[in-house]
């Protein structure tokens, strides 16, 4: 996902938005780049989001940077 204003974009609320029952309780990861934070701040962002929708943040693995 790209980072937008420091934060998620709204295709990407709204897609979550659109399908959340059939996303709800299914593991979700994020990849995401822009900006000086290569996407961090966005991926803050929309984690309490997906966990809202029920969905199910996973983990890094041990080897990820950060």
């Avoid at 822009?34 to 989001?49: F, H």
């Avoid at 966990?51 to 990820?64: C, G, I, S, V």
């Amino acid at each position: 996902m790209p980072e937008y204003n420091h934060s998620y974009n709204a295709a990407l609320k709204n897609a979550l938005d659109y399908l959340n029952r059939e996303w709800a309780y299914k593991p979700v990861g994020f990849v995401s780049y822009g900006g000086v934070s290569g996407g961090l701040r966005a991926v803050q962002a929309i984690k309490p989001v997906v966990a809202a929708l029920r969905m199910t943040p996973r983990a890094e693995p041990p080897d990820a940077p950060g």
